[in-house]
């Protein structure tokens, strides 16, 4: 985290002296165009795109970070290893690997219906044994 921190920190501050560079070459030039300007455009230019990318891979690891907390924080809810015991569902906790289950049959049916197969018998006329329903679930049952 400390060298996406640095990297973005790093980004700013080179993005930033490029725009100085841009306008103290347009006051030395008293705004004419000329061989230094343009340098000093292209050189802006270049350290704007690198500050962007620097943004977009900051906010990557932001994202996979936020998802990461949130799987484990589903996973502590579903299988009641939060320690204040309750769900606050009032459903009993379900295992991991039940969890596991139900995310890949999740999966599959988006894949289906990315594909188009997911229409009115598509995703019902093959179920993927991989992934069992639990007769345990009414919404299971009625697969």
């Avoid at 000093?40 to 943004?55: I, T």
């Avoid at 009115?120 to 299971?140: C, I, K, L, Q, V």
């Amino acid at each position: 985290m400390d060298n996406i921190v640095d990297s973005l920190n790093n980004a700013y501050q080179e993005f930033v002296a490029a725009a100085v560079s841009v306008l103290e070459a347009k006051e030395l030039t008293g705004g004419q165009k000329t061989a230094a300007t343009d340098a000093a455009l292209e050189n802006f230019k270049q350290r704007w795109e690198l500050f962007k990318v620097a943004c977009d891979q900051a906010e990557e690891f932001v994202e996979s970070v936020r998802q990461r907390i949130g799987s484990e924080c589903l996973v502590d809810e579903a299988t009641g290893s939060v320690t204040t015991g309750k769900s606050g569902t009032g459903l009993p906790p379900i295992s991991a690997v039940r969890l596991e289950q139900m995310s890949k049959a999740v999966r599959w049916l988006v894949i289906e219906l990315q594909q188009g197969s997911g229409g009115a018998g598509g995703a019902s006329g093959h179920s993927h044994t991989s992934a069992p329903f639990d007769a345990r679930f009414s919404e299971d049952a009625t697969q």
